[in-house]
């Protein structure tokens, strides 16, 4: 089984939905990432978090340390927020990551 | 210009042939990693170094090898490639004083098809 676990794998909306990628991890760990693949392949870190929640615009990141578990939400959608999401942690007493999978996110006009 | 270059971005090559990928960085970060990308699976791990004289193997290192000429330069060889090898091919540097976050800073990728 995966130390880290997204869902869904794909998710298709239409503009103007909110949107929500779950995170969840059977590890101890020091912070959690999120980061977002375009289409061109390049990748760019969104979030860094250890606790709580952070706000960038339209995207908001929690985290919730008991439960093992992480959200990415996206408010009004838009085309291009299409992309992948990719949840990443750093393992407790680790300097590397652990990645997930990835979440395929496509939002329609 | 970008901080974390690849080279080349994009290689077709066939099998039992020798590859370099070069990756190369101007962020001054000690650490440098390569990961290996497949669709469905995720980032995977090839190889690490936290610096010129520390390499250390990742999850997936069987087949490839890596050289660390400087603290800036990290160069990931497939010695004889086969094709389970095709993948999308990622550099990433970090600096150690982040801390707890570790974030990591990625270069653009290198597609690698073996025939």
């Known amino acids: 089984k995966n130390e880290v676990e997204q869902s869904p794998q794909n998710l298709t909306a239409q503009e103007g939905e909110f949107i929500t990628i779950n995170c969840s991890y059977s590890v101890g760990i020091s912070a959690l990432h999120w980061l977002q693949q375009h289409p061109g392949g390049g990748i760019v870190s969104l979030f860094m978090?250890?606790?709580g929640k952070k706000k960038h615009g339209r995207l908001i990141a929690t985290i919730n340390i008991q439960e093992k578990h992480s959200s990415l939400h996206i408010t009004a959608s838009h085309p291009r927020d299409s992309a992948v999401y990719i949840c990443?942690?750093?393992?407790?007493?680790?300097?590397?990551?652990?990645f997930g999978q990835g979440t395929r996110l496509t939002i329609n006009p | 210009d970008a901080d974390v270059t690849q080279t080349p971005r994009n290689r077709i090559t066939k099998t039992g042939k020798r590859i370099m990928l070069e990756c190369s960085q101007t962020?001054?970060?000690?650490?440098m990693y390569w990961y290996r990308q497949d669709p469905g699976l995720g980032l995977r791990l090839i190889y690490y170094s936290f610096d010129v004289k520390d390499i250390n193997k990742g999850e997936i290192s069987d087949g490839y090898s890596v050289s660390r000429q400087a603290q800036a330069k990290f160069s990931l060889s497939l010695e004889s490639a086969i094709p389970n090898q095709t993948a999308l091919y990622f550099c990433?540097?970090?600096?150690?004083?982040?801390?707890?976050?570790?974030?990591?800073?990625f270069g653009p990728g290198t597609r690698l098809t073996v025939l």
């Open positions: 990443a942690v750093n393992k407790e007493g680790a300097q590397k990551l652990v």
């Open positions: 962020k001054g970060h000690d650490r």
């Open positions: 990433a540097t970090s600096d150690p004083s982040g801390g707890k976050y570790n974030e990591q800073f």
């Open positions: 978090l250890s606790s």
